[in-house]
């Protein structure tokens, strides 16, 4: 059963729509062989899907067998893989068709050509174990880290075809390590800012290991242990704190209020009646007024780090990247002259709030830290193709 599902996983997407017969016709033999065997479990159409599996059918297997003899005819070495694939598809090919089989088409039997693949598949799969174990341990002994990963790619290649084959496991660690990128990430402070070891030490505290990746790997301690192959220095270059400032404006809420009543008078100034000869009268209105004074407090406080990027190797700077953070103080007051009842609902609001203290200069460098702090992880983490 599951060499009916690899061969049919090459094909599925192509074999999703369309009959068996279009793709027949297209040449394109092992999805026609899917595409009738499918058909005809349903029993749908089943003359024409019987008529396109018995032609379909031995052409897929000789295409497979003609690019077989090909490649054992080249002799490359890498090309067992290929042949084995092939192999398997032959063998998945004639199970598929066996779930539908016998098939008879006017009385007459349809014979399908069945052989025994086993002992190729295990020959062809022995064969690309031993190319990709043998090209890993040449490629490693070149001692380089682009070797060793293509070493560790042969080796998983091995690995997936048998899970014990000699040393394999050792070999993999081995071209792992000889093949990954062992970077240190440190931090010094150029600015006139006097920032303690403490506070540096916690802007690379970061979460490390979401740094890594398959061939590089992170560090903030500087391990003696360790042949670090490249230096990503973050230099503090720039803080800068602006002024505490208070701005004031004035503005004024009024609003109409009911101030009692008086009477309505006619064009000649006499007192107007209605209907049951009695006085009119109505509702009067003033204007009341309240003057509010605003006050914003501000203050800002803003840093710059540069981060290069060193090969430890060939002593070179690969690449730079900026990164930088700030805390912006804002803080609003407000006092109120005159009638509270012209206030609105936003100035009553704010009137009730009183200034403060402003912030020391410490206070903002620490509210930055969080900020600056991912800021550089982000930036190496967008900038790691400096590192191969």
């Not at 094909?11 to 793709?23: H, Q």
């Not at 088409?105 to 174990?129: C, T, W």
Request: charged share 25%; aromatic share 10%.
């Amino acid at each position: 059963m599951k060499k009916i599902v690899y061969l049919l996983a090459t094909i599925f997407l192509l074999a999703s729509c369309g009959g068996s017969k279009k793709y027949l016709d297209q040449g394109d033999y092992s999805t026609a062989v899917y595409k009738a065997v499918k058909s005809l479990q349903k029993n749908e159409t089943k003359e024409k899907n019987i008529l396109t599996l018995k032609e379909a059918y031995p052409k897929a297997n000789e295409m497979d067998m003609k690019l077989i003899t090909q490649l054992k005819l080249e002799g490359a070495p890498d090309s067992w893989d290929k042949i084995y694939q092939l192999y398997q598809n032959l063998d998945a090919r004639q199970e598929l068709v066996k779930t539908v089989a016998p098939l008879s088409l006017n009385g007459q039997e349809i014979d399908f050509e069945y052989k025994d693949y086993q002992k190729n598949i295990v020959e062809s799969k022995l064969r690309a174990a031993q190319y990709h174990y043998s090209n890993a341990k040449q490629l490693m002994q070149n001692d380089d880290q682009a070797s060793n990963r293509k070493a560790y790619e042969s080796l998983a290649k091995v690995k997936s075809y048998y899970a014990t084959y000699e040393d394999v496991d050792a070999l993999l660690e081995e071209a792992k390590q000889l093949g990954t990128s062992r970077v240190l990430i440190s931090i010094k402070n150029s600015s006139t800012y006097n920032f303690d070891q403490t506070y540096l030490a916690d802007l690379l505290n970061f979460g490390i290991g979401d740094l890594n990746s398959t061939w590089k790997n992170f560090y903030t301690n500087n391990n003696s242990e360790i042949n670090f192959d490249y230096d990503i220095i973050v230099n503090l270059t720039n803080t800068n704190f602006s002024e505490a400032i208070r701005e004031r404006t004035e503005y004024s809420d009024k609003k109409q209020v009911k101030d009692g009543w008086e009477y309505v008078l006619d064009a000649k100034g006499n007192v107007m009646k209605d209907s049951l000869g009695n006085d009119i009268k109505k509702e009067k209105f003033k204007t009341i007024e309240c003057k509010v004074i605003k006050e914003i407090q501000k203050k800002s406080f803003s840093i710059i780090a540069s981060i290069q990027y060193i090969n430890k190797l060939t002593n070179q700077v690969v690449g730079t990247s900026r990164v930088e953070a700030a805390d912006n103080f804002v803080h609003e007051s407000a006092s109120a002259q005159g009638d509270m009842n012209a206030l609105t609902e936003s100035s009553l609001n704010l009137i009730k709030k009183k200034a403060v203290a402003f912030p020391t200069n410490d206070e903002m460098v620490n509210n930055a830290k969080i900020t600056l702090r991912g800021n550089i992880k982000n930036s190496i983490k967008n900038n790691s193709n400096y590192i191969n």
